[in-house]
Nanobody
Framework: QVQLVESGGGLVQAGDSLRLSCAAS????????IVWFRQAPGKEREFVAA????????YYADSVKGQFTTSRDIAKNTVYLQMNSLKPEDTAVYYC?????????????????WGQGTQVTVSS
């Protein structure tokens, strides 16, 4: 079992930055893929970024490349999502999810473990 807890969301203005955290507990991260998804009102949950814990490989949706950065802190069992130059269209509930394995799927249904989500609201 893996427990995931996100934090760091909030209300910001366009152009601001936020850093989200996803803290994990329950088992070692070494075999996990950790993924960030977001879901805006009335829209499907979409892939944002991912990190494969074993080798640190990073993956991004085209829509956030160059704007968002994900990273891991091995000592803290925590993954971060640094979001810069935020836009109103980045407004969503952001979730981290995890599952064991090597392949990084971009489909929400591939992940068994989910955090509770954190709201990010960007005002114009």
């Amino acid at each position: 079992q893996v427990q995931l807890v996100e934090s760091g969301g909030g209300l910001v203005q366009a152009g601001d930055s936020l850093r989200l955290s996803c803290a994990a507990s329950g088992r070692t991260f070494s075999t996990l893929v950790i993924v960030w998804f977001r879901q805006a009102p009335g829209k499907e949950r979409e892939f944002v970024a991912a990190v494969r814990w074993r080798d640190g490989s990073l993956y991004y949706a085209d829509s956030v490349k160059g704007q968002f950065t994900t990273s891991r802190d091995i000592a803290k069992n925590t993954v971060y999502l640094q979001m810069n130059s935020l836009k109103p269209e980045d407004t969503a509930v952001y979730y981290c999810a995890a599952d064991s394995g090597w392949y990084v799927s971009r489909a929400p249904g591939s992940y068994d473990y989910w955090g509770q989500g954190t709201q990010v609201t960007v005002s114009s």
